[in-house]
């Protein structure tokens, strides 16, 4: 075994590669959320037709992101990307209470699907820079994550806009897949 060859084993035994699922309604703010983790500008953000995937270092892991779309139209399309999931991010716009019950019964049908069974689930309850936002706490009581019993999961307030909450979705995310 060549220096070459033992410097690259080194480097991917310290980083394990994870694929992140991040799904929720059109206009959640999921793209924000991506970019935010990627530190990348987040000042044009248009709505996403298709899908991103990034790449985003964290500590001791590679954070493999598919953003897909959330247009209704698009939504039938999300259990494409289902295979080889390691962690779903549901991002939902805490402000916009009207839709509570769509997001809901998305997320609902998407806990149910075989290809994501167990994955870890973080549900990032965005916008909670606007006054209009529900608490993290009541997103939670609306969506009824305390009945998940089949995997981990976490409800973290944040704001893609100023970053807010974002860290600490990613510190639980190294957290939860440490323990795997």
Known sequence: ???????????????????????????????????????????????????NIKSVQSPGFKLNVWDIGGQRRIRPYWKNYFENTDLLIYVIDSADQKRFEETSLELTELLEEDKLMGAPLLVFANKQDLLSAAPADEVAKGLGLDAIRDRKWQIQACSALTNEGVKEGLDWIAKTCKKK
Do not use: C, V, W, Y
């Not at 994870?18 to 500008?41: C, P, V």
């Open 1 to 51: 075994m060549g220096l070459l060859d033992l410097l690259r084993k080194m480097k991917s035994g310290n980083d394990k590669e994870l694929r992140i699922l991040l799904l929720g309604l059109d206009n959640a703010g999921k793209t924000t959320i991506l970019k935010s983790l990627a530190s990348e500008d987040i000042s044009h953000i248009t709505p996403t037709q298709g899908f």
